[in-house]
């Protein structure tokens, strides 16, 4: 089945510092990335959708200076946290859908969790 | 109002009963369904797509009102494994974007 994978799993850093996260797809070509952030006890929320190869799409409310998303490959995204803050704190976890069939389904990673000091 | 709502519980059930959760979507455009199940501190995983006929898998069974955006899962002979947050998702169209996550209903399924 369609693996995607995150790195890191966790970060715990200081306030200000920036944090870089990996999304890629292990065995399938991600046409589209997604990027989701979840607070404790809430619901997913998108923040963002990438195409391989252009600008990412942001959702409202969702600063793209501050989060910064590159999809450089068919199997790489990455989400960085500029001078993140402690309500950046949050798990972030990214999804990927491929070419072909299937490629209505989101493929979830592990996610990452970010604790900002 | 939310877009995909759900009670967010617990519900909290013996191991062996019939459980129900329900979710309301406000978009009447939404083309797609699912279920997906979080485990505490994991990422979702998609439990059943949810058709208009309604399925089933196993002793899980989904339906949809589309009539009253109305979506439903049904857990028989729970087990201590269906303990999770169960998250109903919407799509607004067929591309595999725009999925919209409700708040999740959390299961405890105790012995």
């Known amino acids: 089945g369609a693996v995607v994978s995150q790195h890191p799993s966790w970060v715990i850093c200081k306030s200000g510092t920036s944090v870089k996260i990996e999304c890629r797809s292990l065995?399938?070509?991600?046409?589209?990335m997604f990027w989701y952030r979840q607070f404790p006890k809430q619901s997913l929320m998108l923040m963002a959708t990438s195409n391989e190869g252009s600008k990412a799409t942001y959702e409202q409310g969702v600063e793209k200076d501050k989060f910064l998303i590159n999809h450089a490959s068919l199997t790489l995204s990455t989400l960085t946290v500029t001078s993140a803050h402690p309500e950046d704190s949050s798990f972030y976890i990214c999804s990927a859908t491929g070419a072909g069939a299937g490629s209505q389904t989101q493929y979830f990673g592990p996610g990452t969790r970010l604790l900002v000091l | 109002r939310k877009e995909v709502e759900q009670d967010p519980g617990p519900f909290n059930v013996p191991e062996g009963a019939t459980v129900a959760f329900n979710c309301t979507y406000s978009?009447?455009?939404?083309?797609?369904f699912f279920w997906y199940r979080q485990d505490c501190r994991k990422e979702p995983k998609l439990l059943m797509s949810v058709y208009s006929s309604g399925n089933e898998d196993g002793r899980f069974t989904a339906q949809l009102n589309r009539a009253s955006q109305y979506i439903s899962l049904l857990i028989r002979d729970s087990k201590l494994s269906d303990s999770a947050t169960y998250l109903c998702?919407?799509?607004?169209?067929?591309?595999?974007?725009?999925?919209?996550f409700g708040g999740g209903t959390r299961l405890m399924v105790k012995p």
């Open positions: 998702v919407v799509n607004k169209d067929n591309a595999g974007n725009m999925l919209t």
């Open positions: 978009n009447s455009a939404s083309q797609s």
């Open positions: 065995d399938f070509q991600a046409t589209t």
